[in-house]
């Protein structure tokens, strides 16, 4: 191997494989590109017994060629090294579209096999991987959660490296080899992870390697990378932090000897950054190697077809030759391309893979394809969790004293990091301070490999915390941790969890799917605390305030789906002691930071978050008795205006029977038909009855209540107030009056719905009226909100 004048390896000319391992590696990418083209094409005669027929190809022709010879490359190529070194590796396939050479290799090795009986190693079990692949009732055609060896489907662009990255934390002898195609790598997320190295610590974590293939094109254009100059893209991944190693051509026998060379000169040095720093004599930043891999697209495929160059050129991205059933010519050239690779070499006359391949399969755990990392269900241990007890909030009364949620929880998320100190980390966009989680600092620190400066806070090579200024990577790393068998927990600003909109879209379908595929095991659930919320950005104003995430993650699917919203710190703690052991969700909890009032003893706390909602006796007057109103509400803002209402209707309507409902579990809304968490008819009516009205205070936008109720009996009486898209630089109490969820709009709704009052009470109405405008006038004379808002608290009954 030489080395450029600008310190980058290039395997140019090098000769490193025997006549033996050359024969075996060229031998598996031959049966696997045989076996991948199969898939793509074909329904009957796997082994080309007799000429191929129109018959014989599928009537539908999904698939992508183009990334697929390249995938098979990298795979046959680490089993040897996996053999050779008794390496733990998983692969992660960004250009997930070549779900079929992914399918193909897991085939060879016996894994595919072994979880699918029926599509076993014969004849018989090829022609059914063939048929079932982007068939009816078949499989999908990415790397999905179907396939053995799989942690990322590589269906949405982006998110492979991350996913690396997340899977060697705390894993120190795993290494995770992610292969990012050029297209891929245009996106912002896989922009961005490139930078995931800063927080990998060789001493306790495993390693990453990249392998960023250029085959030149997506799907009708060059892709970038493959197009700057050579020396543009070295010095970008160098800038990075990586020193690239080349591998460029299409000649297979050079490509194969300088491929393993570069894979053995990355492993050899993955291997001394490690062994450095487990003596302690390691750089704070080492210089990662990483590979380019540069080959063309649909290699091995048809060089051309009707005089169009295919080899080469995006046209060989999906299905190279796409009239196969109606054009005898192309029918001729898929058959000549199909025998190129001698299948009669690479299949004994039962089907099976030639005794030849046998070598290069790694021993039972060793397979990629079998690693159980790649299951993280089989690894995964349960927190230990201090009792949420010890870090209670007293409440002598509800209402008597007020504390930041938040803050109390950071306490307890010390205790969890300190007991779990190898599975379980918070990762935030720069926000644990910002959402009051800074007691975790006290036992760790954000782990941080460039230069750390004299002044820099808790920022060390290692540490339990990762903070980067992107939720995608926070995301991916976290997804990446979890589906590996660990925990965690990401926190953000509410507005801006939408940046992983898509991200959880993805991880939500992986739940979904992996949990009706018996091999898979559950894994951590994926864990959202959500502060800084719509109602307390006063300070950041317009742009800090939505709380449509929660609309977003109800979309998906029921059973992989949970939303809470503790009203206050005692419900925060319970809430979150349920989600760490909790398997296989999505949570979603939403809790400010600000103080709030503290409504519940930690025992109440905990029966009320086991039963999702119920009746507060303590804050209402209706006695067990049909009540005149009931006002519910979900979230600690909601709580708050909605208690501070019932004080006014007790002051000035004590006559009138209020019921209070509170809601932490916002899925107990939707009927259990629809929901498993949801409430059955029968108590819902119970709680909410079938004809009074119900005044909603919700958290977020309140047409997200109507769609969860819209099946109950009384649904036309819920009238919601909730977030309608009105905010600004304001006081919190000005904020929650922009969007007519204050206090005294509660109780002017009261007026307006229960019978008999719009008359009797209009005097009331006015009232509640001139009071919503003179707190509106003194936040403008004196820039806070008036005292009689800032120093309400509950009073208990009248």
Same mark, same amino acid.
């Given at each position: 191997?030489?080395?450029?004048?600008?310190?980058?390896?290039?395997?140019?000319?090098?000769?490193?494989?025997?006549?033996?391992?050359?024969?075996?590696?060229?031998?598996?990418?031959?049966?696997?590109?045989?076996?991948?083209?199969?898939?793509?094409?074909?329904?009957?005669?796997?082994?080309?017994?007799?000429?191929?027929?129109?018959?014989?190809?599928?009537?539908?022709?999904?698939?992508?060629?183009?990334?697929?010879? /390249?995938?098979? +490359?990298?795979?046959? #190529? !680490? %089993?040897?090294?996996? =053999? $050779?070194?008794?390496?733990?590796?998983?692969? *992660?396939?960004?250009?997930?579209?070549?779900?079929?050479?992914?399918?193909?290799?897991?085939?060879?090795?016996?894994?595919?096999?072994?979880?699918?009986?029926?599509?076993?190693?014969?004849?018989?079990?090829?022609?059914?991987?063939?048929?079932?692949?982007?068939?009816?009732?078949?499989?999908?055609?990415?790397?999905?959660?179907?396939?053995?060896?799989?942690?990322?489907?590589?269906?949405?662009?982006?998110?492979?490296?991350?996913?690396?990255?997340?899977?060697?934390?705390?894993?120190?002898?795993?290494?995770?080899?992610?292969?990012?195609?050029?297209?891929?790598?245009?996106?912002?997320?896989?922009?961005?992870?490139?930078?995931?190295?800063?927080?990998?610590?060789?001493?306790?974590? /495993?390693?990453? +390697?990249?392998?960023? #293939? !250029? %085959?030149?094109?997506? =799907? $009708?254009?060059?892709?970038?990378?493959?197009? *700057?100059?050579?020396?543009?893209?070295?010095?970008?991944?160098?800038?990075?932090?990586?020193?690239?190693?080349?591998?460029?051509?299409?000649?297979?026998?050079?490509?194969?000897?300088?491929?393993?060379?570069?894979?053995?000169?990355?492993?050899?040095?993955?291997?001394?950054?490690?062994?450095?720093?487990?003596?302690?004599?390691?750089?704070?930043?080492?210089?990662?190697?990483?590979?380019?891999?540069?080959?063309?697209?649909?290699?091995?495929?048809?060089?051309?077809?009707?005089?169009?160059?295919?080899?080469?050129?995006?046209?060989?991205?999906?299905?190279?030759?796409?009239?196969?059933?109606?054009?005898?010519?192309?029918?001729?050239?898929?058959?000549?391309?199909?025998?190129?690779?001698?299948?009669?070499?690479?299949?004994?006359?039962?089907?099976?893979?030639?005794?030849?391949?046998?070598?290069?399969?790694?021993?039972?755990?060793?397979?990629?394809?079998?690693?159980?990392?790649?299951?993280?269900?089989?690894?995964?241990?349960?927190?230990?969790?201090?009792?949420?007890?010890?870090?209670?909030?007293?409440?002598?009364?509800?209402?008597?004293?007020?504390?930041?949620?938040?803050?109390?929880?950071?306490?307890?998320?010390?205790?969890?990091?300190?007991?779990?100190?190898?599975?379980?980390?918070?990762?935030?966009?720069?926000?644990?301070?910002?959402?009051?989680?800074?007691?975790?600092?006290?036992?760790?620190?954000?782990?941080?490999?460039?230069?750390?400066?004299?002044?820099?806070?808790?920022?060390?090579?290692?540490?339990?915390?990762?903070?980067?200024?992107?939720?995608?990577?926070?995301?991916?790393?976290?997804?990446?941790?979890?589906?590996?068998?660990?925990?965690?927990?990401?926190?953000?600003?509410?507005?801006?969890?939408?940046?992983?909109?898509?991200?959880?879209?993805?991880?939500?379908?992986?739940?979904?799917?992996?949990?009706?595929?018996?091999?898979?095991?559950?894994?951590?659930?994926?864990?959202?605390?959500?502060?800084?919320?719509?109602?307390?950005?006063?300070?950041?104003?317009?742009?800090?305030?939505?709380?449509?995430?929660?609309?977003?993650?109800?979309?998906?699917?029921?059973?992989?789906?949970?939303?809470?919203?503790?009203?206050?710190?005692?419900?925060?703690?319970?809430?979150?002691?349920?989600?760490?052991?909790?398997?296989?969700?999505?949570?979603?909890?939403?809790?400010?930071?600000?103080?709030?009032?503290?409504?519940?003893?930690?025992?109440?706390?905990?029966?009320?978050?086991?039963?999702?909602?119920?009746?507060?006796?303590?804050?209402?007057?209706?006695?067990?008795?049909?009540?005149?109103?009931?006002?519910?509400?979900?979230?600690?803002?909601?709580?708050?205006?909605?208690?501070?209402?019932?004080?006014?209707?007790?002051?000035?309507?004590?006559?009138?029977?209020?019921?209070?409902?509170?809601?932490?579990?916002?899925?107990?809304?939707?009927?259990?038909?629809?929901?498993?968490?949801?409430?059955?008819?029968?108590?819902?009516?119970?709680?909410?009855?079938?004809?009074?009205?119900?005044?909603?205070?919700?958290?977020?936008?309140?047409?997200?209540?109507?769609?969860?109720?819209?099946?109950?009996?009384?649904?036309?009486?819920?009238?919601?107030?909730?977030?309608?898209?009105?905010?600004?630089?304001?006081?919190?109490?000005?904020?929650?009056?922009?969007?007519?969820?204050?206090?005294?709009?509660?109780?002017?709704?009261?007026?307006?719905?229960?019978?008999?009052?719009?008359?009797?009470?209009?005097?009331?109405?006015?009232?509640?009226?001139?009071?919503?405008?003179?707190?509106?006038?003194?936040?403008?004379?004196?820039?806070?909100?008036?005292?009689?808002?800032?120093?309400?608290?509950?009073?208990?009954?009248?």
């Amino acid at each position: 191997m030489t080395l450029h004048s600008h310190g980058t390896d290039t395997t140019a000319g090098v000769v490193h494989l025997s006549h033996e391992e050359l024969t075996r590696i060229d031998t598996w990418w031959r049966a696997a590109n045989y076996l991948t083209v199969g898939q793509i094409y074909l329904m009957d005669n796997p082994l080309l017994r007799e000429p191929l027929r129109p018959e014989h190809i599928k009537p539908r022709l999904l698939g992508h060629w183009g990334t697929s010879p /390249g995938l098979s +490359l990298i795979w046959a #190529h !680490l %089993n040897r090294a996996i =053999i $050779a070194r008794d390496l733990d590796a998983i692969y *992660i396939t960004g250009p997930g579209h070549g779900g079929p050479a992914i399918v193909a290799n897991t085939w060879l090795e016996g894994t595919y096999s072994e979880h699918y009986p029926s599509v076993d190693r014969s004849e018989a079990g090829m022609a059914r991987l063939f048929r079932q692949f982007s068939f009816p009732g078949g499989i999908p055609s990415h790397v999905a959660p179907e396939v053995p060896g799989s942690i990322h489907e590589g269906g949405e662009l982006g998110y492979s490296l991350m996913h690396a990255y997340g899977a060697v934390l705390d894993n120190p002898d795993l290494l995770a080899v992610c292969v990012v195609g050029d297209g891929e790598a245009e996106t912002g997320p896989l922009a961005a992870s490139w930078l995931c190295n800063t927080f990998c610590n060789p001493v306790g974590d /495993g390693a990453v +390697l990249p392998i960023l #293939h !250029l %085959n030149g094109y997506k =799907i $009708a254009n060059p892709t970038i990378l493959a197009r *700057i100059p050579e020396e543009d893209l070295l010095s970008l991944m160098r800038g990075y932090g990586y020193q690239p190693i080349l591998v460029s051509g299409d000649d297979p026998e050079r490509v194969h000897h300088e491929f393993a060379f570069a894979l053995d000169s990355a492993l050899d040095q993955i291997k001394a950054i490690q062994s450095r720093a487990r003596r302690g004599e390691g750089d704070a930043r080492p210089r990662w190697p990483m590979i380019i891999l540069r080959t063309p697209k649909g290699w091995t495929g048809p060089k051309e077809v009707d005089g169009v160059q295919l080899e080469g050129t995006f046209r060989a991205h999906q299905v190279p030759l796409a009239q196969v059933r109606d054009n005898p010519a192309h029918l001729a050239e898929l058959e000549r391309w199909l025998r190129s690779y001698r299948p009669e070499e690479l299949f004994d006359a039962t089907g099976h893979p030639a005794a030849l391949l046998e070598p290069l399969a790694p021993g039972e755990h060793r397979r990629m394809s079998a690693n159980a990392h790649a299951n993280g269900g089989l690894l995964l241990r349960d927190l230990v969790l201090p009792d949420i007890a010890d870090y209670a909030v007293p409440v002598e009364q509800p209402g008597g004293g007020s504390a930041e949620a938040t803050r109390v929880l950071g306490t307890w998320l010390r205790d969890v990091m300190r007991a779990n100190p190898d599975r379980f980390r918070l990762f935030a966009p720069d926000e644990t301070n910002s959402n009051r989680l800074g007691a975790v600092f006290e036992v760790t620190d954000r782990v941080f490999a460039a230069d750390i400066l004299d002044g820099d806070d808790h920022l060390a090579p290692s540490g339990r915390v990762i903070e980067v200024l992107s939720e995608h990577l926070c995301q991916g790393m976290l997804e990446g941790y979890l589906l590996t068998g660990r925990h965690g927990l990401l926190t953000s600003y509410e507005a801006f969890t939408h940046v992983v909109d898509s991200m959880v879209n993805q991880h939500a379908k992986w739940l979904k799917t992996t949990r009706s595929i018996p091999w898979r095991r559950p894994v951590a659930s994926l864990t959202y605390l959500l502060s800084s919320h719509v109602w307390r950005q006063d300070h950041n104003g317009f742009s800090h305030q939505d709380p449509g995430f929660i609309d977003h993650v109800v979309n998906k699917k029921a059973e992989v789906i949970r939303v809470y919203l503790p009203p206050d710190a005692n419900t925060l703690l319970s809430t979150m002691d349920h989600c760490l052991r909790s398997r296989h969700y999505i949570n979603v909890v939403v809790a400010g930071k600000q103080p709030q009032p503290s409504w519940l003893s930690m025992a109440d706390a905990a029966l009320h978050c086991r039963r999702g909602l119920g009746i507060w006796d303590w804050a209402g007057n209706d006695a067990g008795t049909l009540p005149d109103v009931v006002m519910a509400c979900a979230g600690d803002v909601p709580t708050l205006e909605t208690l501070a209402a019932v004080d006014l209707l007790r002051q000035y309507l004590p006559q009138l029977r209020v019921r209070v409902v509170n809601v932490v579990d916002l899925m107990r809304l939707q009927p259990e038909s629809e929901h498993p968490h949801g409430l059955p008819d029968s108590q819902f009516d119970a709680i909410f009855t079938t004809d009074r009205p119900v005044v909603f205070a919700y958290h977020g936008y309140p047409s997200l209540i109507h769609r969860l109720t819209y099946r109950r009996r009384n649904h036309d009486n819920i009238h919601v107030r909730g977030y309608k898209e009105e905010g600004t630089t304001t006081t919190p109490f000005d904020m929650v009056m922009l969007n007519d969820l204050d206090r005294y709009r509660l109780v002017i709704d009261v007026v307006d719905r229960v019978p008999g009052l719009a008359v009797s009470a209009a005097g009331l109405r006015q009232q509640m009226t001139d009071a919503r405008q003179r707190a509106r006038d003194y936040t403008r004379a004196y820039g806070t909100d008036a005292p009689e808002i800032t120093e309400w608290m509950w009073q208990g009954r009248r």
